[in-house]
């Protein structure tokens, strides 16, 4: 279930439903604490509705579950899950560098 309601919660930031997004990582997140990219999902909203301090903390958990990542790394994972890399793409990656993702 955490792995649809993840994609649930991409899905609602795509569309700029931010609230939506993050209620939806956070359900996913219940679900299944241990996964990276709900945390990410969460932080990206955060960004987006402005409480950037939460959102630096979604990151550090986050980095914490996949100490390894970072926003060059998911740049290639998003263009492997979707080719077509996109503004709406560029937004989440953004708002994670915002967050405190590190570049490389």
């Given at each position: 279930a955490?792995?649809?309601?993840?994609?649930?919660?991409?899905?609602?930031?795509?569309?700029?439903?931010?609230?939506d997004a993050a209620?939806?990582?956070?359900?996913?997140?219940?679900?299944?604490?241990?996964?990276?990219?709900?945390?990410?999902?969460?932080a990206g909203a955060l960004v987006q509705m402005g409480d950037v301090e939460a959102a630096k903390a979604a990151v550090q958990h986050a980095?914490?579950?996949d100490p390894n990542i970072n926003l060059s790394r998911l740049r290639a994972k998003l263009v492997a899950i979707n080719p077509i890399h996109d503004e709406k793409s560029e937004r989440l990656l953004n708002s994670l560098l915002s967050a405190g993702m590190p570049e490389a």
């Open positions: 955490f792995w649809w309601m993840n994609w649930v919660g991409f899905a609602k930031f795509r569309l700029a439903e931010f609230a209620t939806w990582f956070r359900r996913a997140i219940e679900n299944n604490r241990n996964y990276s990219w709900p945390h990410f999902g969460l980095i914490a579950l």
